[in-house]
């Protein structure tokens, strides 16, 4: 697998930069709309790999480090693509773990699932999941949250 320049990863980081930005923006449009209240709920976090690659473009080139979900509305699901490369020596599962919750609790409140159905991945293939971020409409008293999602690729 090639390593990526210094300039590439500056590239790879505004890129995502400029695309939270935007959806922020988004939001932000619809929720200062009349007869509206908001809440902030932003997160950002880390993902960590294991025996996989995770990235943000389906070229497999820009390496995924974390997500920044934006501004979310009690109640909301909002959604994200990565695409996962099996980087390990020989064909595997992937599971899907949250930890680190910050505040904590949470979890309690907000809850991260994707879309994967548990086929194996061969050795260097790869397949696009949806990651969906969901708020329950009773969260109270978090205003900011971060977290990590880690992605494990066991053997089979």
Avoid: C, H
Avoid at 1 to 6: T, V
Avoid at 50 to 61: A, F
């Amino acid at each position: 697998m090639r390593s990526m320049s210094k300039r590439d990863l500056a590239i790879a980081g505004a890129t995502l930069t400029l695309i939270a930005y935007t959806i922020v923006l988004s939001l932000a449009g619809q929720a200062l709309s009349a007869n509206q209240t908001s809440r902030t709920v932003s997160n950002a976090g880390k993902i960590k790999t294991v025996g996989v690659g995770i990235y943000s473009d389906s070229s497999y080139n820009n390496i995924l480090s974390s997500i920044n979900w934006g501004t979310l509305e009690p109640g909301s699901d909002k959604t994200t693509t990565g695409y996962i490369r099996n980087s390990g020596n020989a064909p595997s599962i992937l599971t899907l773990q949250t930890s680190n919750w910050n505040p904590p609790g949470a979890e309690t409140y907000i809850s991260l699932t994707w879309d994967y159905d548990g086929q194996v991945l061969n050795i260097n293939e790869g397949i696009a999941v949806t990651f969906t971020l969901s708020i329950s409409p009773t969260i109270e008293e978090i205003t900011s949250f971060n977290f990590d999602i880690t992605i494990i690729g066991s053997s089979t």
